[in-house]
C-alpha cells in the first residue's frame, strides 16, 4: 500500500526517446477498478489527485502510446480516460472517476522478456478523504493579466499572427464520422498550411503556437502569442455536433455572453480541454481594477470583430458557411486583453460533407489562401486606422 498524495517515482528524467507503451488493459467494478498498461521498459511516474471532477493525474516520462484507445475503454470506477504526450519529455494519463477514490497500488513490476507493467489500483473513498487528498495539490493552471499591456500592433514593423492549432497531445479533439481523423491531427494540417500562406504576404511573419503533436494548455497558448508579440491571434478548430446535417465555417470572437445556444455548447467544449489534461481553468476577476486595462479589451474586442468580418466576407461565396457565421461565446483562448483574437471552426467533422473537406489538401490550400486575403485586408485597415 503506498502512501496518497506521495510521490510514487523519483523525478522524471529528460530523455529524448519516448518509451513504448504497447499494451493495456482495464477490469472493475463500482468499488474498484485495476489498470494495467506494458512498457518495453522502465517507466518514471508520479500522481496526482485533483477535484472538480474528481480525476487521478498519472504523469509519465516520455512516452509512446502504441496500443489502441479501446485498450483503455472507460469501465467501473472511471468514466473517462485520456492519454497522450504533454511535451517531448512527458506524458500524461488523466482518469475522470464516478465517485471519489484513490489509488491503494501505483507501481511498476517487472515481467517476462524485459517488460515492465505499471499498475493502479484504485478503490472508493469519501469525500471527506479525497479531499486530504487534495489538500496541497493546488496546481491549477493560472492565466498571468498584465497590469500595462503591450500596445494592439507592437511597433516592430512587422504584422505578426499566431497561427493556434487546436487541441494536441493528451487532448485529441473531436473525431471524424467516417475516417475517425482526430480534430488535432486535422487542425496542425491546416495550420501549418495556414502559416506557409500567410509568409508569403510582404510584411507579415506568421508562426505556430503548437508545431507537433503537444498539448498546450489554453492559458499557455495565450502566453506564447503575447511573447511573440503577436498583432493577430487565430485559433483553428473542427468540431462535432449531436446534428449531423448542420455544416460549413464559423467564425467566433469573445463575449460573456454567448451569441446562441450552440455557440455556448461549443465554447465549454473547447474550455473542456484543459480539464481533460487535468487542468482547472482558473478565471481572472470579472471587475477589471485598471480603467487603461479596460479600455484597451474594449479596443482589441474591436479589431477582433473586424477581423472576423473579414474572414466572413473572404468565405461568402467562396465556401460553406453556417447560418450567421459570425458568432459570440466565452472562448478561453481568446481572452488576451491586448491582442486581436479570432477561433475558426473550419467545419464540422460531424457532417461527411465537411469532413471530405477538411481532409482534401487542395480544399485546405483554398481556404488557406482566403483566410490569407482576409488577413491582408485587415492589416492594411488596422494599419490605416492606427491600431
Known amino acids: ?124 473513498v469519501s469525500k471527506e478523504e479525497f479531499a486530504v487528498l487534495l489538500k496541497g495539490q493546488d496546481w491549477r493552471a493560472t492565466t498571468q493579466t498584465d497590469s500595462e499591456p503591450t500596445p494592439l500592433m507592437a511597433d516592430d514593423g512587422v504584422f505578426t499572427v499566431a497561427v493556434d492549432a487546436g487541441h494536441g497531445g493528451i487532448d485529441a479533439g473531436a473525431t471524424a464520422l467516417k475516417t475517425k481523423t482526430q480534430e488535432k491531427v486535422i487542425t496542425l494540417d491546416f495550420a501549418k498550411t495556414l502559416a506557409e500562406r500567410l509568409n508569403r504576404l510582404s510584411g507579415v511573419k506568421a508562426f505556430l503556437t503548437r508545431d507537433d503533436d503537444t498539448f498546450l494548455s489554453l492559458s499557455e497558448r495565450v502566453a506564447t502569442a503575447r511573447e511573440h508579440r503577436a498583432d493577430l491571434f487565430i485559433s483553428l478548430h473542427a468540431d462535432t455536433l449531436t446534428q449531423k446535417d448542420i455544416r460549413g465555417a464559423t467564425v467566433y470572437t469573445l463575449s460573456d455572453k454567448a451569441s446562441d445556444r450552440m455557440a455556448e455548447n461549443l465554447a465549454a467544449r473547447e474550455n473542456f480541454s484543459d480539464q481533460l489534461a487535468g487542468y482547472s481553468i482558473q478565471n481572472g476577476p470579472s471587475d477589471v481594477a485598471d480603467i487603461l486595462l479596460d479600455l484597451t479589451r474594449r479596443e482589441t474586442q474591436a479589431f477582433s470583430i473586424a477581423m472576423a468580418d473579414n474572414v466572413v466576407k473572404s468565405f461568402e461565396g467562396q465556401i460553406g458557411l453556417i447560418n450567421n457565421p459570425h458568432r459570440q461565446a466565452s472562448f478561453q483562448v481568446l481572452r488576451a486583453p491586448d491582442i486581436p483574437s479570432v477561433l475558426l471552426e473550419l467545419g464540422f467533422l460531424s457532417n461527411q460533407e465537411d469532413e471530405k473537406l477538411l481532409l482534401d489538401q487542395n480544399w485546405r490550400n483554398r481556404i488557406a489562401d482566403l483566410i490569407a486575403a482576409a488577413v491582408d485586408r485587415y492589416r492594411g485597415h488596422s494599419v490605416a486606422n492606427g491600431g
Open 1 to 124: 500500500m503506498l502512501l496518497a498524495g506521495a510521490a510514487l517515482a523519483p523525478a522524471m528524467a529528460a530523455t529524448t526517446k519516448p518509451i513504448l507503451a504497447f499494451g493495456a488493459r482495464i477490469a472493475g467494478d463500482a468499488a474498484r477498478s485495476r489498470i494495467v498498461i506494458d512498457f518495453e521498459s522502465k517507466p518514471e511516474f508520479s500522481v496526482h489527485y485533483v477535484g472538480g471532477p474528481e480525476r487521478v493525474i498519472v504523469d509519465l516520462s516520455a512516452t509512446a502510446f502504441g496500443f489502441p484507445p479501446e485498450d483503455l475503454s472507460p469501465r467501473g470506477l472511471f468514466k473517462d480516460i485520456r492519454f497522450g504526450t504533454m511535451d517531448e519529455q512527458s506524458a500524461r494519463i488523466v482518469l475522470t472517476t464516478n465517485r471519489p477514490v484513490k489509488l491503494s497500488t501505483a507501481d511498476v513490476r517487472p515481467g517476462e522478456n524485459g517488460v515492465w507493467r505499471l499498475v493502479l489500483d484504485a478503490e472508493v
